[in-house]
């Protein structure tokens, strides 16, 4: 997926859309999804190609967990009910790892619960930083 970015791409009807789709359960306005389509585009080759090695490699399945374990400060770990790239289930047992770790599951949401559902993010995040 990586190697295959291309200007191009963005002249193609619904590209914004189709590109989106994996990450979203509720939609989010053109513009954001326009925006996240640019970003990925312009990504510098390397920098995408890490991210996507450290996020889905086994390495990174048998390291997270001892890292989770680690944490010394309160830490909030919001995860989207809908989410098929990190599914909730997967946030709460990382959450679990540690009494440090507060976890939030929001409902309706995927991937990107602070763009499909805003007001309940801040809501929780305010709870969480005691904001209010």
Do not use: C
Request: aromatic content about 12%; hydrophobic content about 50%; glycine content about 2%.
């Amino acid at each position: 997926m990586v190697q295959f970015r291309y200007d191009w791409f963005l002249k193609v009807p619904f590209a914004d859309q189709l590109f989106m789709a994996r990450f979203l359960h509720r939609s989010i306005p053109k513009s954001e999804r326009i925006a996240f389509l640019e970003d990925f585009l312009a990504a510098d080759y390397e920098a995408a190609l890490v991210t996507i090695y450290t996020s889905v490699s086994k390495k990174a399945v048998e390291i997270m967990p001892g890292k989770f374990a680690e944490i010394k400060i309160p830490t909030l770990l919001v995860s989207g009910e809908k989410d098929i790239i990190i599914p909730a289930k997967m946030g709460k047992m990382a959450a679990d790892l540690n009494n440090n770790i507060q976890y939030v599951e929001m409902a309706n949401t995927a991937h990107f619960p602070m763009l499909e559902d805003a007001p309940t993010y801040l809501k929780k995040l305010q709870d969480f930083l005691e904001i209010n």
